[in-house]
């Protein structure tokens, strides 16, 4: 598997209702660039998973190419609420599936092992149950406890921010990877970015070049996010876009 | 002798001392990055009466560190802590129980303990809806202990039924649900009997957590009165925060709650 300096290519099969998710957490590691050469693919309709998101989502719902979101959480952190999604979340469009952080791992784990659903420790009374068509109770097998199973979510893409690739293509990420080796081995296709080639053990990395098919390398990768120990969180960017209710996409980027 | 005034530092030192209360010295407790005043309470216990307690805060396990470099995240902790987990290893750590004690902060809470971070209104056409359920929905059904806290008591905050379930109450082992809730006028607790008052804060009445609470609750005369910070905690908070960023997590209203 090649590192590229260039543009990531993306998968023949990824198309309109595709799904794709997106790693990192919050404000940290979210691989904006990466997201920004999806969007000028022009593929639109998408399905997008983000754990626990921020302008991620926020630059994918106004630019128009999302037509459901799942995550467990997306705010701006700090710097208050993600106005495009909260906008989302009163008009019902894009439709917003909220989850509980343990369903939503429990969903892609099952993706992981191409199994139909896997169970979560999360409450069979959350009235999460009631908003969410992707969760059922069932009794375990073995205890008979009322336990909740997560269908399967299996992305068609996984895009992943870390800070460094070496040679090989193993990807290393300082701090918390998040859900990003989950979503790494869920999908049929993923695409790192990395500030930097540097060479280290690869018994260290979080992502193995087994479960990527694609790095580029592209040192402000994860602007506006913060990508430790590189780029700091651009606060003035994010906040802004907050301030003005996620006007213009250009704000984050996007040409 | 009830006092009538509190600033706002001082309604957050008596919260973050009655959160601190909860934790004992055997306690590996979980705490979230948005909940200040419990990351405050967390590293007040391990400063003062239970040394021995473990403390998880945004992966980052027992560091050698201040509240505002906790906040900081991995950047300010390089060098100070005994060890990095995964957001999903600590998932893990609570799933298995070596966790036992985590603070939740709510948007609203009943009487029966229930707990929402989701939203607020009718479920069909919602006023308010938050960033997401979070962790709620996992944590209430995986810890020995949730220890929720509010800082703004209100009827609308703490209601006779939430708009939306999103941790359930009610005390169903090994999970005990909601056990404690301290807010800026009072602490409550549960247990067999339902919910009840345990104590008011120094310049609270009695009659004013009446007036300001939606759900029903036990008494037990006379009330207690929350103990305040002694010398030793306010010494230790100074440490801890000596910035005072719990104070920013109060709500920017009236606290004296005197005319009202």
């Not at chain 1, 090649?2 to 590691?29: C, H, M, Q, T, Y």
């Not at chain 2, 006092?3 to 309604?11: D, K």
């Not at chain 2, 705490?31 to 307690?53: D, W």
């Not at chain 2, 207690?224 to 910070?229: L, R």
């Amino acid at each position: 598997m090649p590192v590229e300096k260039a543009a990531p290519a993306f998968p023949s099969f990824l198309r309109d209702r595709s799904v794709v998710a997106v790693g990192g957490i919050g404000l940290n590691r979210k691989p904006m660039s990466l997201i920004r050469a999806l969007l000028a693919t022009g593929i639109r309709r998408l399905g997008l998973v983000s754990f626990l998101g921020s302008v991620d989502v926020e630059l994918m719902i106004a630019a128009g190419v999302v037509d459901c979101i799942h995550t467990a959480g997306t705010s701006l952190d700090g710097m208050g609420l993600a106005p495009r999604y909260r906008q989302a979340r009163q008009r019902g469009h894009p439709r917003v599936v909220e989850w509980s952080e343990g369903a939503l791992a429990a969903a892609l784990e099952a993706g992981a092992f191409r199994l139909g659903s896997f169970p979560t420790a999360m409450s069979p009374r959350s009235e999460v149950l009631a908003v969410n068509p992707h969760l059922r109770v069932m009794p375990d097998p073995f205890t008979g406890e009322e336990t909740v199973y997560a269908q399967a979510i299996i992305p068609d893409l996984a895009l992943v921010q870390g800070s460094a690739v070496d040679a090989a293509g193993n990807l290393y990420i300082d701090g918390d990877p998040a859900i990003d080796v989950l979503i790494a081995r869920a999908a049929r296709y993923t695409i790192a970015s990395a500030l930097a080639v540097e060479e280290r053990d690869p018994r260290t990395a979080a992502i193995s070049r087994l479960w990527l098919d694609q790095v580029v390398v592209d040192p402000k990768g994860s602007w506006p996010t913060a990508c430790f120990p590189g780029p700091l969180l651009d606060q003035e960017a994010v906040s802004a876009w907050g301030r003005e209710g996620g006007g213009d996409p250009g704000r984050l980027g996007l040409t | 002798m009830t006092r009538r005034h509190a600033s706002p530092r001082e309604v957050a030192d008596v919260m973050v001392c009655a959160l601190a209360a909860e934790i004992g010295d055997g306690d590996f407790v979980g705490v979230g990055l948005g909940t200040p005043l419990g990351l405050a309470a967390a590293l007040l216990a391990r400063a003062t009466h239970a040394p021995g307690s473990a403390l998880l805060a945004g992966g980052v396990f027992n560091a050698d560190a201040d509240l505002g470099a906790y906040l900081g995240g991995t950047r300010s902790l390089e060098g100070k802590a005994l060890a990095f987990v995964s957001h999903f290893a600590s998932m893990e750590m609570a799933e298995r129980r070596t966790m036992t004690l985590q603070f939740l902060r709510p948007a609203q809470i009943d009487g029966a303990g229930n707990l929402n971070t989701s939203r607020i209104g009718p479920r069909a056409a919602p006023k308010v809806r938050f960033p997401g359920g979070l962790a709620t929905a996992d944590v209430v059904s995986l810890l020995p202990r949730v220890v929720a806290y509010h800082t703004d008591h209100r009827p609308r905050s703490l209601v006779e039924r939430v708009d939306f379930v999103t941790g359930p109450g009610g005390r169903r082992h090994p999970a005990g649900g909601v056990s404690v809730l301290v807010t800026n006028l009072a602490v409550f607790d549960w247990g067999e009997e339902g919910v009840r008052l345990r104590s008011v804060h120094p310049w609270v009445e009695p009659r004013q957590v009446a007036e300001a609470t939606g759900f029903r609750y036990r008494i037990s005369e006379p009330v207690a009165t929350t103990p305040c910070p002694d010398p030793q905690q306010l010494q230790a908070l100074e440490q801890i925060d000596e910035a005072g960023i719990r104070v920013t997590e109060m709500p920017t209203m009236d606290l004296r709650m005197s005319s009202r």
